[in-house]
């Protein structure tokens, strides 16, 4: 019988054309991955200085505030939650001591707006920045951030 050699012979030549097919494949997949991403969700370095936004601060979540709006032709409501963003931790000891005072604060502010003016994306805005003022003004040296609706229904 003659002898049979037992194994696979492949040419170098062949694992060269297999290995270079195979990243060929691994740079187009990588390639198609990345470039189908929509444009906001591809992650760029940020330096952790960056001067144009500061960290977020320290949120704190208040009320459910319900309050009668100040239309003149109509009895109308309005009813939110809101979310404070502040400077430090150490505001929410100052906000707790003055829970009474930032209640009364809000409450007011709200009710100092009107269904039309609520509506509008310009006139939310407004109510936003009315709202950290009037804050600020309660607070001994500010510290409100930002002002968030969590929750902003209104009839």
């Known amino acids: 019988m003659p002898s049979q050699k037992v ?3 492949v040419p170098v030549r062949d694992l060269a054309l297999l290995a270079a097919g195979f990243v060929v494949f691994i740079v187009i997949g990588t390639a198609v ?4 991403l929509p444009l906001g969700a ?6 952790s200085s960056s001067p144009t936004s500061p960290p977020p601060g320290p ?3 208040m009320g459910p505030f319900t309050v009668t709006l100040s239309n003149a032709d109509r009895p109308s409501f309005l009813k939110t939650t809101l979310v404070l963003e502040v400077d430090q931790p150490s505001r929410f000891d100052e906000m707790n001591r003055k829970i009474s005072q930032v209640h009364s604060v809000i409450a007011a502010t709200l009710a100092e707006h009107d269904v039309d ?7 939310k805005q407004q109510l936003r920045t009315n709202l950290k003022n009037a804050l600020n003004n309660q607070l001994r040296g500010g510290g409100v951030r930002a002002v968030y609706f969590r929750e902003l229904l209104y009839e």
Request: hydrophobic share 35%; no cysteine.
């Open 7 to 9: 194994g696979l012979h």
């Open 33 to 36: 991955a990345y470039f189908s």
């Open 42 to 47: 591809r992650v760029s370095p940020r330096t």
């Open 59 to 61: 949120m704190v979540e």
């Open 117 to 123: 003016t609520v509506r509008s994306a310009h006139g």
